[in-house]
């Protein structure tokens, strides 16, 4: 980086130029960056929302495709998304406030066995940067905290998480005991996880297999969408 790249005064910035400074900086992970920048947006009066699917998931896209492509690893991204939640925690209250429209409701954990949590961290953090509401279970999850969850938030997604063999098969616990209560049809469940493939997601009876946190948002988007759809159809 030269001298001059590290004095640009984030001010002094057109809206647009600051918009793609501030995809520049969620993609590098500088927290304080996006913080400003998401002050001056709304000092400007930008709504919250805009400022948030403009400046914030826009980034996070970009962030996405070049960790799905391998030009980014785990760390990096785990900044950005850093660096993503910084900016949030400022729109948060405000778009609570102006009721700006939800994505949905996700309850993610990883299976009870298992305490691998960077791959579900990212999923978290990858929902909300697209405007999801996300509560967030933890690791080593037995089936009791799922369906707890998912009934107390009223969820409308369900994601589990596994990175080892041994502990993928629980996933099918969790799903069998919703079969039994009557509740499956009632949500959508998303797994993932390393040792995981699309064969397994249907073996389980998951609604689909995600095989990285960006396949993970596109995916709540489609089934978000398809649910919006058949309830105004219904």
């Known amino acids: 980086m030269s001298d001059e790249e590290d004095d640009i005064i984030l001010n002094e910035l057109n809206d647009e130029e600051l918009v793609q400074q501030m995809h520049d900086d969620l993609y590098d992970g500088l927290k304080d960056e996006i913080m400003e920048g998401v002050n001056i947006l709304l000092g400007r ?6 400022v948030l699917t403009e400046a914030l998931v826009e980034g996070m896209r970009i962030v996405g495709i ?3 492509d391998g030009i980014l690893f785990v760390p990096e991204v785990l900044l950005a998304a850093n660096a993503m ?3 949030m925690g400022i729109l948060k209250p405000l778009l609570a406030a102006t009721g700006a429209p939800k994505q949905g409701k996700m309850v ?3 299976v009870k066995g298992d305490i691998h949590d960077i791959g579900k961290n990212l999923v978290s953090m990858m929902m909300e940067g697209a405007g999801f ?3 967030d279970l933890g690791i080593n999850n037995p089936v009791e905290n799922y369906l707890e969850a998912i009934e107390r938030e009223d969820a409308d ?3 589990m998480s596994a990175l080892l063999t041994t502990t993928m098969p629980y996933m099918k616990v969790v799903i069998d005991e919703m ?3 009557g509740i499956r049809d009632n949500y959508v ?3 993932g996880g390393a040792p995981l493939n699309e064969e397994f997601g249907k073996a389980i009876g998951a609604d689909a297999y995600c095989r990285d946190a960006a396949v993970a948002v596109e995916t709540a988007k489609e089934y978000m969408a398809q649910r919006m759809h058949n309830q105004q159809a219904g």
């Open 179 to 181: 079969k039994a209560k």
């Open 133 to 135: 509401d996300v509560v």
């Open 66 to 68: 070049d960790f799905r």
């Open 45 to 50: 009066d930008w709504a919250p929302y805009k």
């Open 157 to 159: 997604i369900l994601g």
């Open 108 to 110: 993610i954990g990883t």
């Open 85 to 87: 939640k910084a900016g």
């Open 189 to 191: 469940v998303l797994v």
